[in-house]
């Protein structure tokens, strides 16, 4: 019986990991919204450096990035050799999509 008990707090245990690290996904699930760049505009748009928070909303919006270049009222800033200058700046390798 013992072994029987242990299989079943040992299957429990891998259950509640498995519930808590997909709750831990979700929390950092993240919502594509281009505005959320605004910040590197100044970058992309001219040669001037990315500052922090850019860089800081560049790596958030990583996961988005295809969706951006795929768009064509984004293509044309996202796909440009400023944007891609401040996404290596900011230390994000640019996506091939």
């Known amino acids: 019986m013992k072994s029987v008990s242990f299989v079943a707090v040992l299957s429990m245990v ?19 919204n281009p505005t959320e760049l605004s910040p590197c505009m100044a970058a992309i748009t001219s040669s001037a450096p990315p500052s922090s928070t850019c860089c800081s909303k560049v790596r958030e919006q990583r996961p ?34």
Request: hydrophobic letters at 40%; one cysteine or more; a positive charge.
């Open 14 to 32: 891998v259950v509640m990991l498995v519930v808590l690290s997909s709750e831990v996904r979700v929390a950092k699930a993240v919502t594509c």
């Open 64 to 97: 988005c990035l295809c969706g951006y270049i795929k768009d064509p009222n984004l293509k044309q800033y996202v796909n440009s050799p400023n944007a891609r200058k401040v996404v290596s700046t900011c230390g994000v390798s640019y996506p091939q999509c």
